[in-house]
């Protein structure tokens, strides 16, 4: 029954994912490494995901361009995880490494090397167990928009069917909601469960970060009875990407976070203003729910939402608007709103 269970659980979710970008199907689901195959965590890597012929499948950033992993696991005939959710859910890192390391020094993978200009880019995680976020939790976000500082973490819940991608596509519900809004977060990617963690541990449960838009229809949100939910999640409104750096990389509570819309800067920070920085969050959630490997973190928005403008000064979102949003060392993610 349990076996069952995490089957359907899992195929709900690539069914949310595939809804939310395009129709695109998850890539063939590489078998759990066999038992001899160390497990962990990849390191030292900048991963994306690829979509390609209607899949998604795994890709590295190298310095000879993106290696598409499928490709060179059949020219080396090396056992390599297919998918981002392969590499997470299974914590197949070490063979990705050895994988990547192979290819490297190897001529017979070179044809699998491809140009990143020439792929398209897919949600960095397409089917997590979980998608947590964290609300209120930049000290200057929070006067802004008049409201008290939290003394502890503020959590709410995004839907795999809002999952998106780098150089997507928001379709604008227009029919139920007007004031789109922004919000660019630090995401976090969890790399291994995490239950009753330690402020201390609690980054070692990091698989990467990358960057992210919590995007909000604030109507919904705020005028509906409180409905956070309903306006956190509709279908795409939660675009990541273009890269998952590995964590060992990155010092997350003290990096350089900005959004742009229509090329003009509207937010501009740094992480160390989060009011729980990445370690307390993840301690904080592990103590009420159990984080698993591919679960999916907003850590929450700084400053220069439209929300936090006068109401006379407050000119919402709407289509044809593009929408760009960096964080140091992790990439800009870019967006247009239809």
């Not at 409201?147 to 502890?152: E, H, S």
């Not at 370690?279 to 400053?303: A, C, M, N």
Request: charged share 25%; net charge neutral; aromatic share 6%.
């Amino acid at each position: 029954m349990e076996q069952n269970r995490r089957n359907f659980l899992q195929g709900a979710g690539a069914v949310c994912a595939i809804a939310a970008t395009g129709r695109l199907t998850v890539g063939h689901t590489e078998p759990k490494p066999a038992s001899n195959h160390a497990r962990g965590m990849a390191r030292g890597l900048t991963l994306l995901t690829m979509r390609r012929n209607g899949e998604y499948w795994l890709g590295v950033k190298t310095d000879k361009g993106i290696l598409d992993v499928n490709e060179a696991s059949k020219l080396l005939h090396l056992h390599a995880p297919a998918t981002m959710d392969d590499l997470l859910q299974n914590e197949d890192g070490p063979s990705l490494n050895a994988l990547v390391d192979a290819a490297s020094k190897s001529n017979a993978a070179q044809k699998a090397f491809v140009k990143e200009e020439g792929i398209q880019y897919g949600p960095i995680v397409t089917r997590p167990e979980k998608i947590v976020c964290v609300g209120l939790n930049y000290r200057r976000h929070a006067i802004e928009v008049g409201m008290p500082v939290p003394k502890q973490p503020v959590l709410f819940n995004k839907y795999n069917n809002a999952l998106n991608r780098h150089n997507g596509a928001i379709k604008l519900p227009v029919e139920v909601a007007k004031k789109f809004d922004y919000e660019v977060e630090l995401v976090m990617i969890i790399g291994r469960e995490a239950k009753n963690v330690s402020e201390a541990d609690a980054l070692s449960y990091v698989a990467g970060y990358c960057t992210g838009n919590d995007f909000t229809a604030r109507d919904l949100q705020l005028e509906t009875g409180g409905q956070w939910m309903i306006g956190k999640t509709p279908d795409q409104f939660a675009p990541l990407g273009p890269y998952l750096v590995t964590a060992e990389q990155i010092e997350p509570n003290n990096l350089k976070i900005e959004c742009r819309a229509n090329g003009e800067t509207r937010q501009s920070s740094n992480t160390s203003d989060m009011i729980f920085n990445c370690r307390q969050i993840i301690s904080y959630i592990s103590r009420h729910i159990t984080l698993k490997p591919g679960d999916i973190v907003f850590t929450g928005t700084p400053e220069g939402v439209i929300q936090g403008h006068p109401k006379d000064k407050q000119v919402w979102l709407k289509p044809g608007d593009k929408i760009a949003c960096s964080l140091e060392k992790l990439g800009e993610l870019k967006f247009e709103l239809v």
